[in-house]
């Protein structure tokens, strides 16, 4: 035993209910660091998308607008023309 490494035990949590660490909602996700901290993908109202976690992989889509939350709170739809210049529109709310 004097040459034996100590056996880290590891646990993949995938696509299992959990409370979101950061929000605490409640839905399916996963967990980067072995069950010390846990992400909410699919919750009741659909699928959850995070900035930290996931804008390399929706930066990588085309959209053709963007809505957008100001510090205030409010929404503008984000668009650009056919000469590359950037348009806002606020929205009202619903």
């Known amino acids: 035993m004097d ?8 646990r993949a949590v995938i696509n299992e209910p959990m409370y979101d660490s950061k929000t ?3 839905g399916k996700g996963y967990s980067p660091d072995n069950g ?3 992400i909410v993908q ?3 109202d659909g699928r959850h998308y995070h900035q930290e976690t996931d804008s390399s992989r929706i930066s ?16 503008w739809e984000v668009t650009i023309s056919n000469d590359g210049k950037l348009q806002t529109k606020k ?4």
């Open 3 to 10: 040459n034996q490494e100590e056996t880290l035990v590891q």
């Open 24 to 26: 605490g909602e409640f």
């Open 36 to 38: 010390k901290t846990f």
């Open 42 to 44: 699919e919750g009741n």
């Open 60 to 75: 990588e889509l085309v959209f053709d607008r963007f809505l957008m939350k100001a510090d205030d709170g409010g929404i």
């Open 91 to 94: 929205k009202e709310s619903e």
